[in-house]
């Protein structure tokens, strides 16, 4: 099962610009994360927002979330090079369980 | 992808033949997971384990099998049922608020 997916699929900017990426999940969630992938490498976690908060920060990042329309969206101001990587969102499968249910990603392209 | 070690980190398989991914945390993390990737998808949960001697299947289980008879391990074994095994395989920890993951082992048919 797919809950989150992520808008566009691919993305390509120029260092300095700001890159804003789109996740919508189907059910009701209790936090939305977003991740990072380098090729080839493991997931990190970036952020967590909670069903109650509207918006979050961290450094450069920027993350909304609106419950009605069951979106969020990543933006990452004034991106580098070093933050060409893949990007995911993921929810929570049910209330009980810890899983977490990740969307296809969209794939951030920064050139110098 | 401190604290979850992954080997191989490469991995070929014959036709026929079961494989078995080594994941150990050292985290303390109850839970662990693991996901499939396949080549520009997302992450695919194939087992996960709330507690030590109890899993789960996630939604692609079949063709593969798990245990955790230890809190650190929770060793994945992909099974000759497992027609299309090619794919890098993923292994976390944590809870729902964070997963920490490993950096990986990629599976591939001979």
């Known amino acids: 099962s797919q809950q989150g997916e992520e808008d566009p699929q691919a993305l390509s900017i120029q260092e300095g610009e700001n890159a804003t990426m789109n996740c919508s999940y189907k059910t009701s969630i209790n936090n939305l994360q977003w991740y990072r992938q380098n090729s080839g490498r493991g997931l990190v976690h970036l952020i967590l927002i909670r069903s109650n908060e509207r918006e979050k920060h961290s450094g450069r990042l920027r993350v909304t979330l609106d419950t009605s329309k069951k979106s969020s969206s990543l933006l990452i101001t004034a991106s580098r090079a070093a933050d060409t990587a893949s990007y995911f969102c993921?929810?929570?499968?049910?209330?009980?369980?810890?899983?977490?249910?990740f969307g296809k990603g969209t794939t951030l392209s920064v050139s110098s | 992808d401190g604290g979850i070690t992954q080997s191989p980190k490469y991995l070929f398989r014959k036709e026929g033949q079961n494989v078995t991914l080594s994941c150990e945390q050292n985290?303390?993390?109850?839970?662990m997971y693991w996901y499939r990737q396949d080549p520009g998808q997302g992450l695919r949960l194939i087992y996960y384990?709330?507690?030590?001697?109890?899993?789960q299947k996630g939604d692609i289980a079949e063709g593969y099998s798990v245990s955790r008879e230890k809190k650190e391990s929770f060793p994945l074994t992909v099974t000759s049922a497992q027609k299309n095994p090619t794919a890098f395989y993923l292994c976390a920890a944590g809870l729902a608020g964070q997963l920490f993951f490993g950096s990986g082992t990629q599976l591939s048919v001979l």
């Open positions: 993921a929810t929570r499968v049910n209330q009980a369980g810890t899983a977490l249910i």
């Open positions: 985290l303390n993390h109850d839970a």
């Open positions: 384990s709330q507690i030590v001697n109890d899993f």
